[in-house]
């Protein structure tokens, strides 16, 4: 456990012997990046281990820069959260890591890809393991400009650069706000030490209005980090990137990161009734919203997009409602399972050389024998079916929601439960049923590299679930808020019903896609044909985009305008009239000049005259 | 004799002085303008010597000064009017207006 | 006490000129050579200095201190009255400044390979240049200051006039007045200050304008130090420069070559701020306390306003102009916040403002080399002709948008961390500031880099030989104070502690 | 008085001037008596040589106390010693400018005079140097104006300079009438023409009416002198006569004639008028009408750098600018501080030298040129960069550049203005509010030297230099002028550095002068 630093460097590692050699190595590259991943993947499961054995977190710093008498530290820490976190985020890293060794293959920036997906990880697992705000920020903002970099990274596609510049500046908004945030408590708490932030909450010592105002700030920073409602719009646009970096960033790890920030601060989030109703009510908000929206793309990999965003929502929350556990926990399971959907969609495009539109697919269950029963595993396992992972950490958030009282999000999230099996089961049958809807060339089955991860993830959708189940005991829930009342209880007994509701719900959604995709014995546009406008507000994401388009971009640029107007007229302005003034004075200075004689001795003359004037006037002195 | 006051003296080059400096700021022919400058210098020389004579310490000094202004008027004149020649010869004119090529 | 060292470091770029003198004017290549080995004897001096120093050498011994000119006849009541003497002196501050200076200085030499006609002339100015600012920043009294101070001016006033784009003659002339008229004030500061002191040694105006009831020639009331600051705050405040007095910047910038423009806004920029540190906050501390609010508004309306102009601009030039005048708000950020996190910000974003905008022009100047524009309407690909150089101008952007890990965030945390705890409502109008470099940077460094590329700039070559050592040094440097800031940090700490309310 | 009191005067203290009116007197007689064919530039060295003489004799009496002789009308005084240093050490330049002077139509039959009547114009600044009566003052001063008329007049045969010399005359009268009128006032107040007999009767003065008086006397005086130092009021003659005399004539009158200029005011001014007491607390009258001065001087300072910046010719050009100079001059003389002669007497000599080596470039350009038009400094460095950098230096003196002389005076007098309480802050922004507009014209001089193109004829020249040939410029330089550039550059740059040369000279020499009221 002392030696988890070493987690992250090993990835750093990668990413710096790419950029130097990688030129040199082309395809070879893929081994680096794999063996390095591989090894932290090793560590971290090493440290988890012990970390099962041990209860006492681990934490190691370093003064990193002095302020006067300030002193900032840097460091790592190892508790429960973040030990699982390391897994997590190694794992899927890992299985990118191979399966992209198949997917990019052939591309003339193939060790470019690999050094990127370094840099990721390698700010990914930082941040995990920082013991504190500001080192949390820190890698917070490198994990970022690595998903900037690798969702540009066709960056000859305009739509991609536009993406990329979309996803840093908007969760850039989300990152002020934690800076903003941590900057504040700092100066309450008088350090960046979560652990010391706690105390001071535990203690009192910080006001009620300044906990909440603080608590919110950062989750603003987690809103824009996990592509929460209002900043959401970025998440979509980012599947411009290859499909691999989808399933590692924008599924499985960077996404998740706004979720496990505030899950690590939750002690502070535990304190303000407000910062956990907002928590709860965007996060609730946000799961339906997208869900919603997800119904109506057409675009295989947005539809995951949304889906991943209403599946946030339901973390956060679960996180606002007290639920720290069952938060955590769908964080893991969806890490797996989304993981595991992108790669198969990613399998599909593959295989279809670049097509995305589910319009245009059909009938690949036949031609992808692996990528199909994997993807409806994910899917199951996304829509909450009994026995499948996404079943019992979705049971436990409703458990949660419901236990904490927010009778009214209960329903949204039932809702959204619903929405979600319909869209994904949707989304299945129109991709793997019924016949092609277009010439898809010829079709085969992506190589091992791409599919034994799929592999390894399908059997972790299944499975993962099985750690905390409220049949088999939930040691992962009791193990997560061991010595650590703030977290709340390991399990939170909720009615038996929830589970039936749940359950319920999910079959009911999917049997409705069903009925309209694979059966047609209900004609798709049953609905959209009563709703045209519905449809066309929903199909078009609620028209968000066009909104900030209109309002802030344009807002900005007139602001722009605004000022040029002033620097041309105002500051150049003030010049010039000096300029002129001063060669006013000196063409009639010259213009007196006019070579007369007398008009010398005159001047003389006045001048003389006026001093004795004033001399007269005044009656003698000045002094 | 002593009947008449310092003042009336003074007054006089005062005015004097004032109708010199006049002519030598508005005459157009440039031997006035000299002439008119030699009017303001005898001012000075009547101050002089009403000074050197009723002034509150008379002294001989005020005179004595008078002598020197004149003499180097006279000589200030004679290179004025030389300097004339000069430019009558080369210009066929003594209109003091005239003499404007330079300006600005 | 006596030591010649700093003496040396300040004029041994004065070697180079005198060698140059006697060279032939076509002899580009050993005029080129002579003008980059010339300014490495300051280079190697200032980090022996920087080493020894981190080593534990006390840095008072490098001060000097020779008799220079004493005014009136005073001799026989006091020797020191009214005497002005040639002294250097080093701490913390200046120390890193003439590192940054130096080293800059030799990058600048060699990015001023791109330099195409008369040499012999562009050299000799330059190696003055280095020799002012060398100077300004190890001078230890106001007059001697001021000398070196204007001696910048001259070469200046050249460089741009001469060797500059298409406006250079304009861009020279406002570079003159604007700056004539700082120092200007400056000089009238420096004068009443000596006049009614009759010393100008800063650390002897600190004592004696601090301590109640000094014995000086004639008093100076509080009322007067309030003007006295605000004259240096406007005359440092258009060489900084503080947003109403900032055209004549841009216009340097956009004409001025960019190995010179390395300089001008690496180094020059700098002055600004040093002395509004040095001796705006040296040596009126309670005035400076009173104006903190004002300076932190002026900081925060540098910020926004150059961002958001720089939003606009379509000449790349003209984006990174604007973007120094929003740094360099940062700095004012950090003075006003007036407390240790704020200052040590400030200085940090000196040097590091320093660093990243040198990297930036210097690209800009291997780009212009190649396309022979930077309007980014006209680019756009260049990953495609050029991945590395296109791949640094990516990190330089990164950096100057405060990336972590870069030197950039940590000068900008520091200063806000400074101006929250005073005035948090303008700190978070001023986090503004932070999105929009972002959106600013990113808007024309990827309009330049990527998107589909024009075949037009397919086969232009990338960054080669000479070309790598700058940028390889500054990213470097960059990174160093960005991980380790502890190299920066470490010399500041006497210094902060000694400042700040 | 009889023959053993004449001889019982100290005669040896006035040896400097023995020494250039016996040369001038030689001058006169060989110019008269020599072969027309005869070279009258040997003359010139001849003349030189006599300066320098009297340079020497100066330095040799500055150990002496100070005395005064023929009855105190010839006082010997620091204050006299330091600017007779000044005066002849200009006239030493001007002489060497003037050998090699040689102008379109040639210097005919009065190259001579050129010569002695340097001399005794600069006899009459050096007596009014050391002079103790008005009279001999006055005497002085006309010798020095009447000489410089002529000077200014020497080119017969040319228009330009016909026109010159009669507005010099003319204003010259006209100031001297007003001058004289108000010394009379003052004369009829005390009743001695002796300055510091009258500083002696004037401290007893208490009579309203005859403050009153002296008050208008003072203005009459200041108007009268304020042409030879070409301030305002009286300061338009300067921009005709300076473009219309031949170029070491104008060199003359803005270095020599101004420093004269100056003694002249320091000498009255002090003697007479610091001795009024006025008020109840009796402040001198001076002090009471400082901010009169320090409104002329402001004047001075903003007419002469605004105008300069439309100047096309060079002399006129340089014309403001002396006109400024003497604008900041007069600020350290409103200032009264402790160190007003230390500055005036720097200022003085630093203007000295970049003034008369920006004259020498001058007259080398516009003779080969034959035109004063600024356009024809375009590409001077391409044609003699030397030439080029060393009017560079000229230039940065004048503008008041660190590391140039003309710095360092504008220190001193500022120093002046703000150590005296109250401080002189509107003065003291004028001035360099006023400088930075110098920049202006002062770089654009530079401006035409460095970035233009040459054109025309220089054009040619050139394309000569770039195949290799010796240009114009440096063929031939002719020796006075070189001289004359390398020795006023030199200075230049070593008082802007080691100033405290000059300053040693001063403070262990001539003791704060305090012995000037004695």
Redesign the interface.
């Known amino acids: 456990m002392e030696n988890a630093w070493l987690i992250p460097l090993f990835p750093l590692l990668s990413f710096v012997f790419l950029l130097l050699f990688g030129r040199k190595l082309k395809e070879g590259s893929a081994y680096a990046g794999i063996l390095l991943t591989l090894a932290s993947l090793v560590f971290s499961v090493i440290v988890l281990v012990e970390r099962m054995a041990a209860p006492a977190s681990y934490k190691a710093e370093a003064v990193w820069l002095k302020i006067g008498e300030l002193e900032l530290t840097a460091g790592f820490e190892v508790n429960q959260l973040n030990a699982l976190m390391l897994v997590i985020v190694s794992l899927v890293s890992f299985l990118v890591h191979t399966y992209s060794k198949g997917y990019m293959h052939g591309d003339d920036r193939f060790h470019v890809f690999y050094a990127y997906l370094g840099l990721f990880t390698f700010a990914m697992l930082g941040l995990v393991l920082s013991p504190n705000l500001l080192q949390t920020y820190i890698f917070w903002e490198l994990v970022g400009v690595g998903s900037f970099l690798l969702i540009g990274f066709y960056y000859f596609k305009n739509e991609a650069r536009a993406a990329a510049k979309k996803a840093f500046i908007m969760t850039r908004i989300g990152d002020v706000g934690l800076l903003i945030g941590m900057i504040l408590l700092f100066w309450q708490v008088g350090s960046f030490e979560y652990d010391e932030i706690f105390a001071a909450v535990e203690a009192g010592s910080i006001s009620g209005t300044m906990i909440t105002l603080t608590a919110i700030l950062i989750f603003i920073g987690a809103v824009g980090k996990s592509g929460q409602f209002p900043l959401h719009t970025w998440l979509p646009d980012a599947m411009e990137g290859p499909t691999p970096v989808s399933a590692l960033i924008h599924a499985a790890t960077m996404v998740a990161a706004g979720v496990y920030l505030v899950a690590a601060t939750f002690p502070l989030f535990a304190a303000s009734e407000t910062a956990m109703m907002t928590v709860a009510i965007i996060g609730a908000f946000t799961a339906i919203f997208a869900a919603s929206i997800g119904l109506a793309q057409t675009n295989i990999k947005r539809v995951l997009a949304y889906s991943t965003v209403s599946q946030l929502g339901y973390m956060m929350l679960a996180l606002g409602s007290a639920g720290y556990v069952a938060g955590v926990f769908h964080l893991m399971t969806h890490a797996f399972f989304k993981a595991l959907l992108f790669l198969a969609a990613g399998s599909v495009i593959h295989a279809l050389h670049h097509k995305q539109n589910i319009e245009e697919m059909g009938g690949l269950w036949k031609k992808l024998p692996l990528t199909g029963p994997l993807f409806l595993m994910g899917t199951l396992a996304i829509s909450g079916v009994p026995l499948f992972s996404g079943f019992f950490s979705k049971d436990e958030i409703l458990i949660a929601v419901w236990a904490h009282g927010n009778y009214f999000l209960f329903i949204l999230a039932v809702i959204a439960a619903f929405f979600t099996a319909f869209y994904m089961f949707r989304l299945f049958f129109m991709v793997f049923t019924g016949e092609a809807r277009s010439p898809l060339g010829n079709v085969q089955e992506s190589p091992a590299t791409m599919t034994m991860p799929m592999v390894v993830l399908g059997v972790l959708a299944v499975v993962a679930g099985y750690v905390n189940t409220p049949w088999f005991g939930t040691f992962l829930g009791d193990w997560l808020v061991e010595g650590n009342e703030a977290l709340g209880h390991g399990h939170i007994e909720g009615p038996a019903w929830i589970m039936i509701v749940a359950t319920l719900v999910s079959l009911a959604g999917i049997f409705l896609a069903y009925l309209m995709y694979y059966k047609k014995s209900l004609a798709r546009d049953w609905f959209t044909s009563r709703a045209p406008i519905t449809y066309s507000i929903v199909r078009n994401k609620y028209f968000i985009d066009e909104f900030y388009n209109l309002s802030v971009v344009y807002a900005t640029r007139s602001v722009s305008l605004f000022l040029r107007f002033i620097e041309l007229f105002l500051v150049e302005g003030l010049m010039k009239l000096v300029a002129g003034v001063?060669?006013l004075?000196?063409?009639s200075?010259?213009r007196?000049?006019n070579?007369q004689?007398q008009?010398?001795?005159m001047?003389?003359f006045?001048?003389?005259a006026v001093?004795?004037l004033?001399?007269a006037l005044t009656g003698?002195?000045?002094? | 004799m002593s009947s008449v006051p310092i003042t009336a003296f003074l007054a006089l080059?005062l005015i004097l002085?004032c109708i010199?400096?006049y002519g030598?700021l508005t005459k157009r022919n440039?031997i006035i303008?000299?002439i008119s400058?030699e009017l303001?210098?005898n001012?000075?020389n009547i101050?002089?010597v009403?000074?050197?004579k009723y002034?509150?310490?008379?002294?001989i000094?005020?005179q004595?000064?008078a002598v020197?202004?004149i003499a180097?008027a006279a000589?200030?004149?004679a290179?004025?009017i030389?300097?004339?020649l000069?430019?009558y010869?080369?210009?066929r004119t003594v209109n003091?207006d005239e003499?404007?090529?330079?300006?600005? | 006490m006596n030591s010649i060292y700093l003496s040396l470091l300040v004029l041994s770029p004065l070697l180079g000129i005198v060698l140059l003198a006697f060279m032939p004017k076509t002899g580009e290549k050993g005029i080129k050579l002579v003008g980059v080995l010339a300014t490495l004897p300051a280079t190697v001096l200032a980090l022996l200095a920087y080493f020894s120093y981190q080593g534990g050498k006390d840095l008072a011994d490098y001060g000097e201190k020779v008799?220079?000119?004493?005014?009136?006849?005073?001799?026989q009541l006091d020797p020191n009255l009214?005497t002005v003497y040639y002294e250097l002196g080093l701490d913390g501050f200046s120390l890193l400044m003439v590192v940054l200076t130096a080293v800059l200085a030799s990058l600048a030499a060699l990015a001023s390979f791109h330099i195409k006609r008369e040499w012999k002339g562009y050299f000799m100015l330059f190696l003055l240049l280095e020799i002012g600012m060398l100077g300004v920043f190890t001078a230890q009294n106001l007059?001697l200051f001021?000398?070196?101070?204007?001696?910048t001016?001259?070469p200046m006033?050249?460089l741009i006039?001469?060797w500059g784009y298409f406006n250079k003659?304009k861009a020279a002339?406002s570079f003159?007045?604007y700056n004539?008229?700082g120092s200007?004030?400056l000089?009238?500061v420096i004068?009443?200050l000596?006049?009614?002191t009759g010393t100008s040694n800063i650390e002897a105006l600190k004592v004696f304008l601090n301590t109640e009831g000094a014995q000086l020639?004639?008093p100076v009331s509080d009322s007067v130090k309030m003007g006295l600051l605000i004259a240096l705050l406007i005359a440092f405040g258009v060489k900084l420069p503080i947003f109403p007095l900032h055209s004549w910047m841009l216009r340097v910038h956009v004409e001025a070559p960019p190995s010179i423009v390395m300089l001008h806004s690496g180094v020059l920029l700098k002055i600004g701020a040093y002395g509004l540190i040095r001796f705006g906050m040296g040596i009126f501390p309670e005035q400076f306390a009173e104006l903190a609010v004002l300076i932190a508004v002026l900081g925060v309306v540098n910020l926004l306003y150059g961002a958001f102009l720089a939003f606009i601009q379509t000449d790349f030039k003209m984006v990174l102009a604007y973007s120094s005048i929003s740094h360099m708000g940062i700095v004012l950020i950090g003075l006003g916040a007036n407390n240790e996190a704020g200052i040590q910000g400030a200085i940090f974003q000196v040097v590091s403002h320093g660093l990243i905008s040198a990297l930036l022009f210097f690209l800009v100047s291997v780009l212009y080399e190649r396309v022979h524009t930077t309007n980014i309407n006209n680019l756009g690909g260049l990953a495609k002709g050029m991945p590395l150089t296109a791949g640094f101008l990516l990190a330089g952007a990164m950096a100057s948008l405060g990336l972590p890990g870069m030197s950039g965030f940590v000068s900008e945390f520091m200063a806000f961390l400074g101006l929250f705890r005073e005035m948090p409502i303008l700190a978070a109008v001023g986090c503004i500031g932070i999105i929009m470099t972002a959106v600013y940077l990113l808007r024309a460094v990827l309009a330049i880099t990527y998107g589909r590329s024009d075949r037009q700039y397919a086969g232009i070559s990338d960054l080669r030989s000479f070309e790598w050592a700058p940028v390889l040094v500054l990213i470097g440097l960059i990174v160093l104070i960005g991980v380790y800031p502890a190299v920066l940090s470490q010399p500041l700490e006497s210094i902060v502690l000694g400042l700040g309310g | 008085m009889d023959l053993e009191t004449l001889l019982s005067f100290e005669w040896s203290l006035m040896t400097p001037e023995f020494i250039v009116l016996i040369v001038a007197t030689l001058l006169t007689l060989l110019d008269l008596f020599l072969p027309k064919k005869f070279n009258r530039n040997h003359l010139g060295w001849i003349g030189l040589a006599g300066i320098l003489l009297a340079l020497v004799s100066v330095f040799g009496l500055i150990g002496r106390d100070p005395g005064s002789i023929l009855y105190d009308t010839f006082r010997l005084d620091s204050f006299a010693k330091a600017f007779k240093i000044l005066l002849l050490a200009g006239s030493a330049l001007v002489f060497l400018l003037a050998i090699d002077y040689e102008p379109k139509e040639g210097r005919g039959e009065y190259r001579g005079e050129f010569f002695y009547l340097f001399l005794t114009a600069l006899l009459g600044a050096m007596i009014m140097s050391s002079s103790g009566d008005?009279?001999t003052l006055?005497?002085g001063l006309?010798l020095l104006?009447?000489s410089s008329?002529?000077l200014a007049?020497l080119r017969?045969?040319?228009?330009?300079t016909?026109?010159?010399?009669?507005?010099y005359?003319?204003?010259?009268?006209?100031?001297?009438?007003?001058l004289?009128?108000g010394?009379?006032?003052v004369?009829?107040?005390?009743?001695?023409?002796?300055l510091k007999a009258m500083a002696g009767?004037l401290s007893t003065v208490s009579d309203p009416q005859h403050?009153?008086l002296l008050?208008?006397a003072f203005?009459?005086i200041f108007?009268g002198l304020?042409?030879k130092i070409a301030a305002?009021?009286?300061h338009?003659?300067a921009?005709?006569v300076y473009?219309?005399s031949p170029t070491p004539v104008t060199a003359f009158l803005s270095v020599v004639s101004k420093t004269a200029g100056f003694i002249i005011v320091i000498r009255i001014m002090l003697s007479i008028f610091a001795a009024v007491p006025?008020?109840d607390e009796g402040?001198p009258?001076l002090?009471?009408?400082?901010?009169?001065i320090g409104f002329?001087a402001g004047a001075t300072m903003?007419?002469g750098n605004?105008?300069?910046?439309?100047?096309r010719n060079i002399k006129?050009l340089f014309a403001y600018s002396s006109i400024a100079h003497a604008g900041y001059i007069l600020v350290a003389f409103t200032a009264m501080s402790?160190?007003m002669f230390?500055s005036i007497w720097f200022y003085l000599l630093a203007y000295l030298f970049m003034g008369m080596g920006a004259f020498a470039v001058i007259q080398l350009i516009t003779a080969k040129e034959g035109s004063e038009d600024i356009s024809h400094f375009a590409g001077l460095y391409q044609r003699s960069p030397v030439l080029a950098v060393t009017m560079a230096i000229f230039l940065?003196s004048l503008a008041g550049?660190?590391?140039t002389a003309g710095?360092?005076g504008k220190?001193?007098i500022?120093?002046g203005a703000?150590?005296v309480?109250p401080?002189h802050?509107v003065l003291?922004?004028i001035m360099?509010?006023t400088?930075?507009?110098s920049?202006?014209y002062y770089?654009g001089i530079m401006?035409q030297m460095?970035?233009r193109p040459a054109a025309g004829l220089a054009r040619a020249e050139a394309a000569a230099t770039v195949q290799g040939e010796v240009p114009a410029a440096r063929r031939r330089l002719p020796t006075g002028t070189t001289a004359v550039i390398i020795i006023c550059a030199a200075a230049t740059i070593l008082f802007g550095i080691?100033?405290?040369l000059a300053?040693d000279f001063?403070?262990s020499n001539f003791?704060?002068f305090i012995d000037f009221m004695q």
């Open positions: 001063v060669s004075l000196g063409k200075g010259s007196f000049q070579g004689i008009t010398y001795g001047a003389a006045l001048g003389l001093l004795l004033i001399f003698g002195y000045i002094g | 080059a002085f010199g400096l030598a440039t303008v000299l400058i303001m210098l001012a000075v101050n002089l009403t000074f050197s002034g509150m310490t008379p002294a000094t005020g004595v000064f020197f202004v180097v000589a200030e004149v290179v004025g030389a300097i004339l000069a430019l010869r080369n210009r003091i003499i404007n090529t330079m300006k600005h | 008799r220079w000119m004493q005014f009136g006849s005073f001799g009214f007059i001021f000398l070196f101070f204007e001696i001016l001259i006033f050249f006039g001469k003659e002339y003159l007045v004539g008229l200007a004030v000089l009238i004068m009443v000596f006049a009614k020639p004639t | 008005l009279i006055f005497v006309e104006s009447i008329y002529i007049g017969k045969t040319n228009v330009k016909n026109e010159s010399a009669m507005k005359v003319i204003n010259g009268s006209i100031s001297t009438a007003i004289l009128f010394m009379s006032y004369y009829g107040i005390t009743g001695t023409t002796n009767m403050l009153y008050g208008l203005f009459m108007v304020s042409f305002a009021p009286f338009m003659w921009p005709d473009e219309g006025t008020g402040f009258m002090f009471a009408l400082q901010d009169y002329l903003i007419i605004v105008v300069a910046l439309r100047q006129r402790y160190v230390d940065l550049i660190p590391g710095f360092i220190l001193n500022f120093l703000l150590m309480n401080s802050y003291a922004s360099i509010a400088t930075v507009v920049y202006v770089f401006t460095f970035f080691l100033p405290q300053f001063l403070q003791n704060q």
